[in-house]
């Protein structure tokens, strides 16, 4: 008989690439998962027919704030509490990279990824909130990126992604100070450049690398005054 599950855990955008990686590291440590999926769960499919395991499946589109209620009224019919919000549902707008006179900033891409990247974690951490009160760990990751740092920015371009995930770094430090008190954890974990449809495949590591080090990180004991951002390897990040 298999041991019960050590820990709930949603994870956003868990259709593809570091979510699905997500998915089965955590699921082969027999927790239990819920599936945030947007476009197709073909592949979350796939993965549970290898493991023989099950993940909880819910329609969630991070950028609708209809889509997280419902998916929050959902998980709550389903889960009694929930340990583990890992927002990584992102978009990178894949564009030419231009000198700032030929930008077009007409046809939307800063919005929406603006209200993907930064907008749509916060619509979940607010709606998931009281599946977080009722768990135990009250754990609150927010996949950022190298990108947002703003001491180490080194780009002439690409306004949108960095902007975005700047802006989820100052997201994840306003939640821990308003969190912290009632034990929350929150962590901006960059995951490094991973071979995914976002970071292509000359990238330096495979999402299963970076889904094992996320792992460890939220199973390691952390104090409110620990170190927020961080990379997938635990180390301090420059804001």
């Given at each position: 008989?298999?041991n019960?599950p050590?820990?709930s855990?949603?994870?956003?955008?868990a259709?593809?690439?570091?979510?699905?990686a997500?998915?089965e590291?955590?699921?082969?440590?027999n927790d239990?998962?819920v599936?945030?999926?947007h476009?197709s769960a073909?592949?979350?499919e796939?993965?549970f027919a290898r493991?023989?395991?099950?993940a909880?499946?819910?329609?969630?589109?991070?950028?609708d704030?209809e889509s997280?209620?419902?998916a929050?009224?959902e998980?709550a019919?389903?889960?009694?509490?929930?340990?583990?919000l890992?927002?990584n549902?992102?978009?990178y707008?894949h564009r030419?990279v231009?000198p700032?006179?030929?930008?077009?900033?007409?046809n939307g891409?800063?919005?929406r990824?603006m209200?993907?990247?930064?907008?749509?974690?916060?619509r979940?951490t607010?709606?998931?909130?009281?599946?977080?009160?009722k768990g135990?760990?009250k754990?609150?990751?927010?996949?950022s990126?190298?990108a947002?740092s703003?001491?180490?920015?080194?780009?002439t371009?690409?306004?949108?992604y960095t902007?975005?995930?700047?802006a989820?770094?100052?997201?994840?430090?306003i939640l821990?100070?308003y969190l912290?008190?009632?034990?929350?954890?929150?962590?901006?974990i960059h995951?490094g450049?991973?071979r995914?449809?976002m970071?292509g495949p000359?990238?330096d590591?495979d999402?299963a690398?970076?889904?094992?080090?996320i792992?460890?990180l939220?199973?390691r004991?952390?104090r409110?005054d620990d170190?927020?951002?961080l990379?997938?390897r635990g180390?301090?990040?420059?804001w």
């Open positions: 008989m298999s019960p050590a820990m855990v949603l994870v956003t955008g259709d593809k690439g570091l979510g699905l997500l998915v590291r955590f699921l082969h440590a239990l998962v599936a945030g999926v476009t073909t592949a979350l796939q993965l493991l023989g395991r099950q909880i499946l819910v329609a969630l589109d991070v950028s704030m997280v209620r419902q929050a009224r998980v019919r389903q889960i009694p509490h929930l340990d583990i890992i927002n549902a992102a978009i707008p030419p231009l700032l006179e030929q930008e077009d900033f007409t891409h800063l919005e990824t209200n993907v990247n930064a907008f749509g974690p916060l979940v607010q709606q998931f909130l009281p599946l977080l009160e135990q760990r754990i609150i990751v927010n996949v990126s190298e947002g703003i001491s180490n920015c080194w780009r371009s690409e306004f949108a902007m975005s995930k700047a989820l770094n100052m997201q994840s430090k821990q100070n912290g008190a009632r034990g929350y954890k929150i962590l901006a995951p450049w991973m995914t449809e970071g000359d990238a590591i999402p690398e970076a889904a094992e080090g792992f460890a939220v199973n004991p952390w409110v170190d927020i951002y990379d997938y180390q301090p990040m420059t």
